[in-house]
């Protein structure tokens, strides 16, 4: 079964800062990968996904995330950390037995003006 | 488009109530699912339909029973609430079987069940 590792339930970065959240996926596959975004009281929001289209993958509000299969990893990156960008970030993968998505965890981003 | 919505979005319960949880969605999507966020856990799967007339178990389902109404709603219903039920439950809905497509998620129903 697919399954993902977030590292760092609470990440906290300075404003303008760089943003790094890790994930790390566990697939016998080729798995096909998703960052979600939750802010406060709201359901998730789809920031980016990868379907071995390309490596690097370009998500709304200047995140980005790249796929390394050497390190079985998909960390989402965005260069510059706005206040906005404080929520709950959730890395999943597509569940090839269920039809569904398998979560990580989460992460929580933190701000810090 | 309203996307997809949930209803209600706050209810609590007393242990052993029944309830159910309704969804809708207005994108024509084919596939459905109901999640459970618990803090710390991320989010679960406890049930799908991956069409019209079907429906599946995800990873959780005990103590839950789904409908799926036709295209557009997808009900997830509690028959006998417990404590450990006490959770955020989403719905999503996704526009096929492609393992590649986006799920659309609603704004969640925050349950508790004293």
């Known amino acids: 079964a697919q399954s993902v590792t977030q590292l760092g339930s609470h990440v906290s970065v300075s404003e303008g800062a760089l943003v790094l959240l890790r994930c790390n996926y566990s697939?016998?596959?080729?798995?096909?990968l998703f960052w979600y975004v939750q802010y406060p009281n709201q359901g998730l929001q789809l920031l980016l996904k990868y379907t071995s289209a390309a490596t690097l993958v370009k998500g709304i509000n200047g995140f980005e995330a790249e796929f390394k299969k050497s390190e079985t990893s998909f960390h989402l990156t965005k260069p510059s950390a706005h206040m906005s960008d404080a929520a709950e970030y959730f890395c999943a993968v597509s569940d090839l037995g269920a039809d569904g998505l398998t979560f990580g965890k989460g992460t929580h981003l933190i701000i810090q003006p | 488009n309203a996307g997809v919505t949930q209803t209600p979005k706050f209810q609590v319960l007393k242990t052993g109530q029944s309830m159910t949880l309704q969804c809708a969605q207005d994108m024509n999507h084919n596939s459905m699912y109901w999640y459970r966020q618990d803090p710390g856990m991320g989010l679960r799967l406890i049930y799908y339909?991956?069409?019209?007339?079907?429906?599946d178990k995800g990873e959780v389902p005990n103590g839950y029973n789904v409908s799926r109404l036709n295209k557009r709603e997808f009900s997830l219903r509690l028959e006998s609430a417990a404590p450990s039920q006490t959770s955020v439950y989403f719905c999503?809905?996704?526009?096929?079987?492609?393992?590649?497509?986006?799920?659309?998620f609603g704004p969640g129903t925050r349950l508790t069940v004293l």
């Open positions: 999503a809905s996704k526009r096929q079987g492609s393992f590649t497509d986006t799920q659309y």
């Open positions: 339909s991956a069409s019209e007339g079907t429906t």
């Open positions: 697939s016998s596959v080729p798995p096909y």
